[in-house]
């Protein structure tokens, strides 16, 4: 089956300790985003990546860092600069960018919470 | 400053009418505009888009309307069932600009259908 799948779905961190959310979609999509969740707010954007080896910083990338080594894979790091990590974290992914028809598809999620 | 809005945070229907779900925007160069549903503890679900040349576009009991002047679109839902009641996410983007740059989301409105 085709999708996006996040791990873990559930994750604590200790205070000052960095901590890396999965994203691996087998798609073949080009593009791929991480959004940040909280509660009675919509999806906000922390990166994105339109092509592999390149990403861009969304409204909300201070204390976040991602890579993109391999086209199916968009692993977010929440850095111990990050001052209010607990949140839902949602990765999507889209052929090409955004084009009428191929709307972001997304994963079910990581809930991280602090220790 | 939000540039999606969704001013009712929730809706109560009765299973079999219409549901009515709005959505303003603020920003002129969105031109791609999404609805997503979202369960608890799960990843967003697309429902149905519409682009800034049409005013209209349905897919079986999902219609959504832009109206460009008003910078206003709505979600309609005919008839409203049971497996409706969600959280309802307007979405936006500026994709003729060539940009896979990410979606702007309202805040989301949560959708009660009532037996």
């Known amino acids: 089956d085709g999708g996006i799948t996040q791990s873990p779905k559930y994750l604590f961190r200790k205070e000052g300790q960095n901590v890396t959310l999965s994203c691996e979609q087998n798609l073949n999509h080009d593009a791929m985003y991480w959004y940040r969740q909280d509660p009675g707010q919509g999806l906000r954007l922390i990166y994105y990546s339109q092509i592999v080896n390149d990403f861009q910083k969304g409204d909300i990338a201070e204390g976040y860092s991602v890579s993109r080594e391999k086209k199916e894979s968009f692993p977010l790091t929440v850095t111990s600069a990050q001052k209010n990590p607990t949140a839902f974290y949602l990765c999507?992914?889209?052929?090409?960018?955004?084009?009428?028809?191929?709307?972001?598809?997304f994963g079910d999620g990581t809930r991280l919470s602090i220790l | 400053d939000q540039q999606v809005k969704q001013n009712s945070p929730s809706l109560s229907v009765q299973e079999g009418r219409i549901s009515i779900l709005n959505c303003d925007y603020t920003?002129?160069?969105?031109?791609?505009f999404l609805w997503y549903k979202k369960y608890p503890a799960e990843g967003p679900t697309f429902l149905i888009s519409i682009s800034s040349i049409k005013d209209k576009n349905e897919d079986g009991r999902f219609t959504v309307f832009l109206n460009k002047s008003a910078k206003h679109l709505s979600l309609h839902i005919v008839p409203s069932q049971p497996g409706d009641s969600a959280v309802y996410f307007c979405?936006?983007?500026?994709?003729?600009?060539?940009?896979?740059?990410?979606?702007?989301f309202g805040k989301g409105t949560h959708l009660i259908i009532q037996p």
């Open positions: 979405a936006a983007s500026g994709y003729s600009g060539g940009g896979a740059d990410g979606l702007t």
């Open positions: 920003n002129s160069m969105f031109d791609y």
């Open positions: 999507a992914s889209s052929i090409k960018g955004i084009t009428i028809g191929q709307p972001q598809h």
